[in-house]
């Protein structure tokens, strides 16, 4: 979800659940000189999907959180703390 809109963010493209921007013709024409015609991608299937199966981690030096807040605030970027 976008915190500013509300909206929900596409998984298979470019901005937000349904919102379409669709390129202009000429545009798609100059493409499809320089490039040659192209097919559009299947839409994404969540039901397809299949993540890996979980590996254990390896032994690792120094203590380890599996706390919440612990983890959220080692994956923050600096600027943000």
Do not use: C, K
Not at 6 to 31: Q, T, V
Not at 59 to 77: N, V, Y
Request: hydrophobic share 45%; charged share 20%; glycine share 8%.
């Amino acid at each position: 979800m976008s915190a500013e809109t509300g909206a929900e963010r596409r998984i298979d493209g470019w901005g937000f659940a349904g919102h379409s921007y669709p390129a202009p013709a000429p545009f798609l024409a100059w493409l499809a000189r320089r490039l040659g015609v192209s097919e559009p991608l299947p839409a994404w299937n969540a039901q397809r999907f299949r993540p890996p199966p979980a590996r254990p981690l390896p032994a690792l030096p120094g203590e380890l959180s599996r706390e919440p807040l612990d983890r959220l605030s080692h994956a923050m970027p600096a600027a943000a703390a």
